[in-house]
């Protein structure tokens, strides 16, 4: 994250992780045809020439939220990476995990990607070991992807996997643009609660905590509503908060 | 009220703060752009940094201006107003319109990029497509300025309605948008590059560190083992020796007559002591060869005599097994260098080996003779005809019928202490130092020592060592 109280701009970096070919660039595209012109810029792929993702990709969102009373309010810049899933690409991984306010995991519904999921996410949790970060403390959801597909985990599967989890789980075919709003709102939503509870940026910045998401939705052009959109998640804690040690 | 204000520069690559416009265009390429546009529309274009940078100049002198600039109180009048336009900023709305004395406008745009303001583009001067009679602010200018040639120049000016701007201002500024991603896109490409790079090279040497730390540890503690081995084997030899002497004086009754029993104990003292004697010694041979302080007497010699040698020497054995043991060299045999009793040491070696694993009724024979080095497939190597005569090799066969040893084991049985089946050393005996002797000798001759089938059945250890054909002076002496 980023602060810059004169500019009155909060940046936040979101990373879309996961195994290869599991539809991170894929959600980026979606989110990218989803929103506003006006909210977003360019979507910036830097791709090989057989589509896979060399490096990253970034898509740009810029929410303005009003401020409450005399407050000028302040600028919210998104950030949102995708990472190249393919085992070679590991250093670029980290790379691009480095500084990363949220993290949404995107798994292939396909039970026999299951492996491919689990070995991605573990990579994760060493990436983030090592650039020091807690991955317990991280904003992290999980979208289960591909939901169009045959031959995938089932909804009840899910759903009892989800149950135990500590991570929102959302469900999507992002090809389709299904869930890919509801996972970015998760994820902001987390990210969001997290940095303000440390740094209270609502109230340095003037601005109304609760207010953000909805405002954030309508600047998008989300015609949804965001607690519509944060009910799509089927299991987990959206408050972020880890379970008390017993 | 203090704040928390997270270190984020050093550690974050991609959040890049502020995107300067100076760093992502080609500023001539921006000219070019620009002029293009004045060639198109007739109508000056600028572009500035938000430092207040000129980047870019498309404006020639319109007539009017340099008619103006002919009066001084023109030529004054138009510097201010230059100056002004060039320090104002585009405004909240980021477009506005700066009026100049003579009628013309200027409009200041701010170019964004990212949400950010990056830059400015000034468009003007030009005339308003309002403007069609001189004003009285640039007649009353200067006393010197004609009205009639002022109204001439006047209509010469490139005449644009707002829209129309507008429409020009959109189309560069798009234009420019489009320039300023793909420039934003490989700067962030090249970054991300160089990052990948960095932080590659940064764990490669991590690794290769911790390699060579690893490595000098090893390499310590192969030097304390040949250390430790020569100088055990060094303290072991010297009561070895008393031992072995005195059980054999005893044996040969040099100290009074002895019961049988007592001749069969002193014996098996005497045997055992050779034996260890033996162990001590390959011991030291192998440290030796190791810390490559073994000294090689390295002389012009024939190889037949050797095996001869060796073969008189396995001749008992042998038959007492029922083996029969052979020797077949090459009758044109010449002469190699090497070190006779060490290559004595090395066949009689492998030979008491073969002997050893071959069963009754078997055969074990020695074959020696020369052969070309086998060329690489093609082998269309520059100057072979000169090359190839300097590639003979001696090569020396022990070939057995024995138990034969699988293909998987054949490199490891050159190791110390290793016997394909541990059970073997108890059935043949044996240290498990002699081949890693043999091929430690081997390889100081320049030679080198491989494992093959001898068919149908039994193994072929062959050793092949640097021969050079024998030059008229080098020619054996005797017949």
């Given at each position: 994250m980023q602060i810059n109280f004169g500019g009155r701009e909060v940046a936040l970096k979101l990373v879309y992780y996961g195994p290869a070919l599991s539809g991170k660039t894929t959600n980026l595209r979606s989110l990218h045809q989803l929103t506003s012109e006006a909210s977003r810029g360019r979507l910036m792929t830097l791709e090989t020439k057989d589509d896979r993702t060399l490096f990253f990709d970034m898509l740009p969102l810029m929410l303005k939220a009003n401020g409450e009373k005399s407050s000028?309010?302040?600028?919210?810049?998104?950030?949102?990476?995708?990472?190249?899933?393919?085992?070679?690409?590991?250093?670029?991984?980290?790379?691009?995990?480095?500084?990363?306010?949220?993290?949404?995991?995107?798994?292939?519904?396909?039970?026999?990607?299951?492996?491919?999921?689990?070995?991605?996410?573990?990579?994760?949790?060493?990436?983030?070991?090592?650039?020091?970060?807690?991955?317990?403390?991280?904003?992290?959801?999980?979208?289960?992807?591909?939901?169009?597909?045959?031959?995938?985990?089932?909804?009840?599967?899910?759903?009892?996997?989800?149950?135990?989890?500590?991570?929102?789980?959302?469900?999507?075919?992002?090809?389709?643009?299904?869930?890919?709003?509801?996972?970015?709102?998760?994820?902001?939503?987390?990210?969001?609660?997290?940095?303000?509870?440390?740094?209270?940026?609502?109230?340095?910045?003037?601005?109304?905590?609760?207010?953000?998401?909805?405002?954030?939705?309508?600047?998008?052009g989300v015609s949804a509503d965001v607690s519509t959109l944060l009910g799509a998640c089927v299991g987990g804690r959206l408050d972020g908060k880890p379970e008390e040690a017993k | 009220?203090?704040?928390?204000?997270?270190?984020?520069?050093?550690?974050?690559?991609?959040?890049?703060?502020?995107?300067?416009?100076?760093?992502?265009?080609?500023?001539?390429?921006?000219?070019?752009?620009?002029?293009?546009?004045?060639?198109?529309?007739?109508?000056?274009?600028?572009?500035?940094?938000?430092?207040?940078?000129?980047?870019?100049?498309?404006?020639?002198?319109?007539?009017?201006?340099?008619?103006?600039?002919?009066?001084?109180?023109?030529?004054?009048?138009?510097?201010?107003?230059?100056?002004?336009?060039?320090?104002?900023?585009?405004?909240?709305?980021?477009?506005?319109?700066?009026?100049?004395?003579?009628?013309?406008?200027?409009?200041?745009?701010?170019?964004?990029?990212?949400?950010?303001?990056?830059?400015?583009?000034?468009?003007?001067?030009?005339?308003?497509?309002?403007?069609?009679?001189?004003?009285?602010?640039?007649?009353?200018?200067?006393?010197?300025?004609?009205?009639?040639?002022?109204?001439?120049?006047?209509?010469?000016?490139?005449?644009?309605?707002?829209?129309?701007?507008?429409?020009?201002?959109?189309?560069?500024?798009?234009?420019?948008?489009?320039?300023?991603?793909?420039?934003?896109?490989?700067?962030?490409?090249?970054?991300?590059?160089?990052?990948?790079?960095?932080?590659?090279?940064?764990?490669?040497?991590?690794?290769?560190?911790?390699?060579?730390?690893?490595?000098?540890?090893?390499?310590?503690?192969?030097?304390?083992?040949?250390?430790?081995?020569?100088?055990?084997?060094?303290?072991?030899?010297?009561?070895?020796?008393?031992?072995?002497?005195?059980?054999?004086?005893?044996?040969?009754?040099?100290?009074?007559?002895?019961?049988?029993?007592?001749?069969?104990?002193?014996?098996?003292?005497?045997?055992?002591?050779?034996?260890?004697?033996?162990?001590?010694?390959?011991?030291l041979d192998l440290s030796k060869l190791e810390s490559g302080t073994m000294r090689m007497k390295m002389r012009a010699m024939s190889v037949a005599p050797v095996l001869e040698e060796v073969v008189a020497t396995l001749t008992p054995t042998a038959r007492k097994k029922e083996v029969r043991l052979e020797i077949d060299v090459a009758p044109d045999l010449g002469q190699s260098r090497g070190d006779p009793e060490r290559l004595r040491q090395v066949f009689l070696n492998l030979s008491e080996n073969a002997v050893k694993f071959t069963p009754a009724g078997g055969s074990v024979t020695l074959r020696a003779r020369t052969v070309r080095e086998k060329l690489a497939s093609g082998a269309d190597e520059d100057g072979l005809a000169l090359l190839a005569p300097t590639r003979m090799r001696l090569q020396v066969r022990v070939d057995d019928t024995g138990i034969g040893i699988p293909p998987r084991e054949r490199d490891k049985v050159f190791d110390p202490f290793y016997q394909v089946d541990s059970s073997s050393t108890r059935e043949y005996g044996g240290t498990g130092l002699g081949l890693s002797i043999v091929k430690r000798l081997v390889e100081s001759h320049g030679g080198t020592i491989t494992i093959e089938d001898n068919r149908p059945t039994g193994t072929s250890f062959v050793v092949s060592l640097p021969y050079t054909e024998p030059g008229p002076s080098e020619m054996p002496q005797q017949s």
């Open positions: 000028p309010g302040m600028t919210l810049r998104i950030k949102i990476f995708t990472v190249p899933g393919q085992v070679l690409h590991a250093t670029t991984r980290k790379l691009v995990l480095q500084g990363a306010d949220g993290v949404a995991f995107i798994a292939d519904s396909q039970v026999s990607e299951t492996e491919h999921n689990a070995a991605s996410f573990l990579d994760l949790r060493q990436n983030l070991k090592n650039l020091g970060l807690n991955p317990r403390e991280l904003p992290l959801v999980i979208q289960f992807n591909k939901r169009d597909l045959d031959r995938i985990r089932s909804d009840e599967e899910i759903s009892a996997l989800a149950s135990h989890g500590r991570e929102p789980v959302f469900k999507a075919s992002a090809l389709a643009g299904h869930g890919v709003l509801e996972t970015f709102f998760g994820l902001l939503h987390m990210t969001w609660a997290k940095l303000d509870g440390e740094h209270q940026l609502a109230k340095m910045m003037g601005v109304d905590p609760r207010e953000l998401l909805p405002m954030a939705a309508r600047q998008m | 009220m203090s704040v928390d204000i997270p270190d984020v520069s050093a550690d974050d690559l991609l959040l890049d703060g502020r995107i300067r416009l100076e760093d992502l265009v080609d500023r001539e390429g921006l000219d070019e752009l620009c002029k293009s546009f004045l060639a198109l529309f007739g109508i000056p274009v600028r572009i500035y940094s938000t430092d207040g940078l000129l980047l870019a100049d498309a404006a020639g002198e319109q007539e009017l201006c340099a008619y103006v600039n002919t009066t001084q109180a023109g030529r004054h009048a138009c510097a201010s107003t230059v100056g002004a336009v060039k320090l104002r900023d585009a405004g909240d709305s980021g477009d506005v319109v700066h009026p100049c004395f003579t009628g013309a406008a200027y409009r200041i745009l701010a170019l964004e990029y990212d949400g950010r303001r990056v830059g400015r583009l000034i468009v003007g001067p030009f005339m308003p497509a309002n403007v069609t009679q001189a004003p009285e602010s640039l007649l009353g200018i200067d006393p010197g300025i004609a009205k009639e040639r002022a109204q001439k120049l006047l209509e010469r000016m490139p005449r644009a309605k707002a829209e129309a701007v507008t429409r020009i201002a959109t189309h560069l500024k798009a234009s420019l948008d489009l320039i300023l991603f793909s420039g934003h896109k490989a700067l962030v490409t090249s970054k991300m590059h160089l990052a990948s790079v960095t932080e590659s090279y940064r764990q490669l040497e991590d690794k290769t560190a911790r390699l060579q730390e690893a490595f000098d540890r090893l390499k310590e503690l192969d030097r304390l083992k040949s250390n430790f081995l020569a100088t055990v084997s060094h303290e072991l030899r010297t009561p070895l020796t008393s031992i072995i002497g005195y059980s054999e004086m005893l044996s040969e009754g040099l100290a009074g007559e002895m019961k049988p029993e007592q001749g069969e104990f002193v014996k098996t003292i005497h045997e055992n002591g050779q034996h260890l004697l033996a162990l001590i010694m390959g011991l």
